[in-house]
């Protein structure tokens, strides 16, 4: 085999198995966002931990905020030989990925988890969120008495590639008594305002 097929082989045989683990990491993520909804707020922390900040949006909802990081693996120099960095900076380019830190955002609607976000610059080489694994990680290992069973197989609702469909939400939960009083008209005169009284 000639020296340059074998250093290509080897480049993306390198690639291929730092992106298997995004993709499973991906997967587990999307999975703990379906799971997850509908927990007391106890086990989420017996799990998670205590969150990083909080805010009490009214009497029933609150926002709580988990922050996670993963430091990159080296990798080693490009040697005339074998270009493994040239190879994933190229790849990085072209597809993302080479994430490090996830910030996941949980919807507590009367003490329960009723959704889950992640933010970030959260994305592994394969799949999206795949960062946010390590934060969801203890309560997908030890699973809580609150949480949903959910089919994680090939065909089941889960993607490493998107996250789930966000829940209907209470009107509590996301409606204070002045949003309630004023809605959004979307018209094309640009001379009105977006945001309206209810008439």
């Known amino acids: 085999m000639r020296p340059v097929y074998t250093r290509l082989l080897v480049a993306l045989t390198a690639t291929a198995a730092l992106s298997g683990c995004g993709y499973f990491d991906s997967r587990s993520a999307h999975k703990a966002q379906y799971e997850m909804v509908g927990m007391t707020s106890y086990d989420l922390q017996a799990c998670a931990g205590i969150p990083a900040s909080t805010k009490k949006l009214n009497d029933t909802t609150e926002i709580w905020q988990y922050d996670g990081s993963k430091a990159l693996p080296t990798m080693p120099s490009d040697s005339g030989f074998i270009p493994v960095q040239s190879a994933i900076s190229i790849y ?3 597809f993302g990925g080479g994430g490090t830190a996830c910030r996941m955002l949980v919807r507590m609607d009367h ?6 976000h992640y933010t970030g610059n959260d994305d592994e080489y394969i799949g999206t969120d795949g ?6 990680r203890g309560c997908a290992r030890q699973r809580e008495s609150t949480m949903r069973r959910v089919n994680g197989g090939p065909f089941g609702p889960v993607s490493g590639f998107h996250p789930p469909r966000t829940p ?6 996301t409606y204070s008594d002045q949003s309630g009083k004023y809605v959004p008209k979307f018209t094309k005169d640009d001379t009105q305002p977006v945001i309206q009284p209810v008439k």
């Open 92 to 94: 990085q380019s072209a």
């Open 111 to 116: 003490d329960r988890v009723s959704e889950v």
């Open 131 to 136: 960062i946010c694994s390590i934060i969801t």
């Open 168 to 173: 209907a939400q209470s009107a509590t939960a």
